[in-house]
C-alpha cells in the first residue's frame, strides 16, 4: 500500500502520541515531589545525552546549528510546556490533564492559518470539532481547577511548537533539530533547578529519564509529521492520545469506560481513518479480483 505524505505523518503522530501519553504516566508517578524546574532541568539534560550519540554520528554538516532564533524559540515552548505540563498532571487527574492538552489541535488550526497561511478544508474543520467533541465525551472533566489553567498553557506552547516545525529549514535533520532544542533548554532550566532544588531518589531519577525518553520520541516524530504535511490536515491525529490514556487508565488503574465513553472513542477514532487511502486501495485491487 502507497501512503500518501498526509497518511505517513498521521501514523507519525498517533506513534509519537502513544510515547507523549506512557510520558505522563511517569510524570504522574513522580506524585509532585521533585519542583517542576528541578524535572525541566533534568528532563532536558537527560535528552541531551539521549540524543548526542545519534547527532556525533552525523557529518559536520548536518551537525551544524541553522535557524538558531526559530529553534532557540522552540526551546523556551518546550521549557513553558513541560513545567505547565507537570503542574497540571500532579494536581489533576490524569484524564482531566490531558482533556485540556488536547486543545492544542484546535489551537492549531486558527495558528496554522495565520503564521503559515494554510486554508484547512472545512471537511477537516468539521472533523476536528468532532474530535474534540469525542475528548469532551470521553474526559469530561467533572470541575474547573487552577492547574488547569497550567494544562491550558501545555496545550498552547504545544500547539506553537508543532507550527513552528514547519518553519524549520527542510535541510535539517530532526536529530540535529532535536539536540540543539534540547542543548538550548538546559542554561536556564539549570539556573531554576538550582534555585528550587529538592533531594530526588534513583527510582525518580529513573521516571525522569523514562519521561524524557518518551517525550523525546514524541518530538522527533512530530517534527517529522509537520514537515510533512500542513498542519490543519494532521491535527485531528493529535487526539490519539487520549484512546491511549483511556487504555492506560482502565488496564492500570482499573478505569473501564463506561458506554458514553465509548461513543466518545468511536467518535475520535473514525475521523482519523484514511479512508482515500483505502478506497484508493480497493480500487487498484479491482482488475485482480476479476481475473
Not at 489553567?149 to 504545544?158: D, E, I, N, V
Not at 529549514?169 to 538550548?184: D, G, I, K, R, Y
Request: charged fraction near 10%; proline fraction near 6%; hydrophobic fraction near 60%.
Amino acid at each position: 500500500m502507497h501512503w500518501s505524505a498526509v497518511s505517513l505523518a498521521v501514523l507519525l503522530l498517533v506513534i509519537g502520541n502513544l510515547a507523549a501519553s506512557l510520558s505522563d504516566v511517569a510524570v504522574k508517578l513522580l506524585n509532585g515531589e521533585i519542583s517542576s524546574f528541578q524535572y525541566v532541568f533534568m528532563r532536558q539534560l537527560l535528552s541531551v545525552f539521549i540524543i548526542l550519540p545519534f547527532w556525533l554520528r552525523q557529518s559536520a554538516r548536518e551537525r551544524a546549528l541553522t535557524a538558531p532564533t526559530l529553534i532557540g524559540i522552540r526551546a523556551l515552548l518546550i521549557m513553558l510546556g513541560s513545567g505547565c505540563m507537570m503542574i497540571a498532571i500532579t494536581h489533576l487527574p490524569l484524564a482531566t490533564a490531558n482533556a485540556v492538552f488536547y486543545a492544542a489541535p484546535l489551537i492549531m488550526l486558527p495558528l496554522s492559518v495565520w503564521l503559515l497561511k494554510e486554508i484547512p478544508p472545512l471537511a477537516k474543520v468539521i472533523a476536528t470539532a468532532i474530535g474534540f467533541a469525542g475528548v469532551l465525551m470521553v474526559l469530561r472533566p467533572s470541575q474547573f481547577h487552577w492547574a488547569a489553567w497550567f494544562a491550558l498553557g501545555t496545550a498552547t506552547t504545544l500547539a506553537v511548537f508543532n507550527i513552528l516545525a514547519r518553519k524549520l529549514p527542510a535541510e535539517q535533520p530532526v536529530v540535529t533539530t532535536l539536540f540543539w532544542t534540547s542543548v538550548m533548554t538546559v542554561p536556564l532550566s539549570a539556573i531554576l533547578a538550582a534555585l528550587y532544588w529538592q533531594p530526588i531518589s534513583s527510582e525518580q531519577i529513573m521516571l525522569v529519564a523514562i519521561s524524557a525518553a518518551l517525550i523525546l520520541s514524541y518530538n522527533g516524530l512530530a517534527v517529522i509529521a509537520y514537515k510533512k504535511a500542513p498542519a490543519g490536515q494532521i491535527a485531528l491525529a493529535e487526539y490519539s492520545g487520549l484512546v491511549f490514556v483511556v487504555i492506560i487508565g482502565a488496564w492500570g488503574f482499573d478505569e473501564i469506560p463506561d458506554q458514553l465513553t465509548a461513543l466518545g472513542i468511536l467518535m475520535i477514532i473514525l475521523p482519523l481513518l484514511p479512508y482515500k487511502e483505502l478506497f484508493r486501495r480497493r480500487k487498484s485491487k479491482a482488475p485482480n479480483e476479476l481475473v
